[in-house]
Nanobody, 121 residues
Framework: QVQLVESGGGLVQAGGSLRLSCAASGRTFNTYTMGWFRQAPGKEREFVSRITWSGGSTYYADSVKGRFTISRDNAKNTVYLQMNSLKPEDTAVYYC??????????????WGQGTQVTVSS
């Protein structure tokens, strides 16, 4: 069982930056692929980014490629999402997710409660 807690959301102007964090419980964090998703009001949840358990492979949605960077610190049981050049359309609740040793882009077993990101124009 993995418990995930996101933090770092907030209100930022367009063009600004935020860094989201997701802290995971347990001693086997380094065996879990971690992903970030987001859900805007009235829209379906969408994939944002993922990083494999060793950090050796990352993947991004086209909408965030070149602006967002996913990383992880296995010693701190934490995954990060650095978001730069934010746009109003990035406004959403952001969720982190985990799946054991997975190469999947969008299939996860554990989810956090989400953190709100609001980008003003």
């Amino acid at each position: 069982q993995v418990q995930l807690v996101e933090s770092g959301g907030g209100l930022v102007q367009a063009g600004g930056s935020l860094r989201l964090s997701c802290a995971a419980s347990g001693r086997t964090f380094n065996t879990y692929t971690m992903g970030w998703f987001r859900q805007a009001p009235g829209k379906e949840r969408e994939f944002v980014s993922r990083i494999t358990w060793s950090g050796g492979s990352t993947y991004y949605a086209d909408s965030v490629k070149g602006r967002f960077t996913i990383s992880r610190d296995n010693a701190k049981n934490t995954v990060y999402l650095q978001m730069n050049s934010l746009k109003p359309e990035d406004t959403a609740v952001y969720y982190c997710a985990a799946r054991w040793r997975s190469l999947s882009i969008n299939e996860y077993d554990y989810w956090g409660q989400g953190t709100q990101v609001t980008v003003s124009s």
